[in-house]
């Protein structure tokens, strides 16, 4: 596959290197445009390109957005019109300001995405793990013995393709429900941080 990333940090960077290690190849965005990102595409090989956000091509097969929730606002309304996305970010109040629908759980943080970008099929994943852990966690031996990685979604085809996408990545992926209860892997919910298997991840969700 071809995956775009929205916001190329900590977590674009680190996903888009054990997603180029699994056969994908990646197109890297952020703020300021694909020359500021040669530096890191140069490092991440040939696999990788960079590009400015408004420019991307018709030919990704997914986006991720790994940027901070309080970015979003300045992001382009259509950018992913019709697109298949991976919700990778959090919101956290501190950080990104108090948003009472959020805070008080009337909406889920993907779910407020979803409707500002108009996009049906999005899957979050990637949020509870702190990136700094993730390449060290992928486990290629013994697949029962694997970290699991939580999903929310409601695109059960996309769903399938994401939870593929974390196989390959040496993770097994853990289905945490709809959109609309994606509440419970968010930041503020219970498995937030946690890296463990698929059967710790269910006893802490289904308390
Ligand atoms: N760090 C973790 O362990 C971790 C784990 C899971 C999830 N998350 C979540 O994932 C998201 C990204 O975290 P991170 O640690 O990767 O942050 P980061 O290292 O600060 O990277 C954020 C990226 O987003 C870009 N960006 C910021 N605002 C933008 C905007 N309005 N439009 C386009 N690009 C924008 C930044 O580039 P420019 O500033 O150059 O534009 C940068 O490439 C956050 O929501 C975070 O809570 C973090």
């Not at 680190?14 to 890297?28: Q, R």
């Not at 992928?138 to 699991?148: C, D, Q, V």
Request: charged residues 25%; hydrophobic residues 40%; proline residues 3%.
């Amino acid at each position: 596959m071809k995956i775009a990333f929205i916001g190329s940090g900590h977590v674009g960077q680190v996903l888009a290197k054990l997603f180029i290690k699994a056969g994908h190849s990646v197109v890297l965005t952020n703020r300021h445009g694909k020359d500021s990102l040669l530096p890191v595409t140069s490092k991440l090989g040939s696999a990788a390109q960079a590009a400015d956000i408004n420019s991307l091509g018709d030919d990704l097969d997914l986006f991720v957005l790994a940027i901070p929730f309080n970015g979003v606002n300045d992001l382009d309304d259509n950018l992913l019109k019709g697109k298949k996305v991976i919700d990778a970010s959090n919101y956290f109040p501190q950080r990104d300001g108090r948003i009472p629908k959020l805070i008080n759980h009337e909406i889920s943080s993907s779910q407020m995405l979803a409707d500002y970008f108009k996009v049906s099929t999005i899957v979050k994943a990637f949020n509870t793990i702190p990136v700094s852990e993730l390449e060290g966690l992928a486990n290629f031996e013994n697949k029962s013995e694997r970290i699991a990685i939580p999903i929310a979604g409601d695109d059960v085809k996309f769903k399938n393709i994401v939870a593929e996408l974390i196989d390959q990545i040496g993770f097994n992926a853990y289905d945490a429900g709809n959109l609309k209860n994606s509440f419970t892997i968010q930041a503020d919910g219970p498995v937030f941080g946690l890296t463990v298997d698929k059967k710790e991840l269910s006893k802490k969700l289904n308390k």
